[in-house]
């Protein structure tokens, strides 16, 4: 988790963050990857939950923006 959070960190400020708006404003298909841990409907969802991570994962593969 140490790891994750010191390279998100680096990410932001090497790039500044990013608003929705501008992530979701740009030409082609955007993505909004989601970190969820549990649904209402569906309960449990993932039991080993590091929304941090996860949501390095979703921008490296190229989401947009991410709703956590």
């Known amino acids: 988790l140490a790891e994750c959070a010191h390279r998100a960190a680096e990410r932001r400020v090497r790039e500044g963050r990013r608003s929705l708006a501008a992530a979701l404003s740009a030409d082609g298909p955007s993505v909004i990857a989601e970190c969820k ?11 080993a939950f590091n929304p941090v991570c996860l949501a390095e ?3 490296a593969a190229g989401a947009s923006a991410v709703s956590v």
């Open 57 to 59: 994962v979703y921008w």
């Open 37 to 47: 841990r549990a649904s209402p409907s569906a309960g449990l969802l993932r039991g």
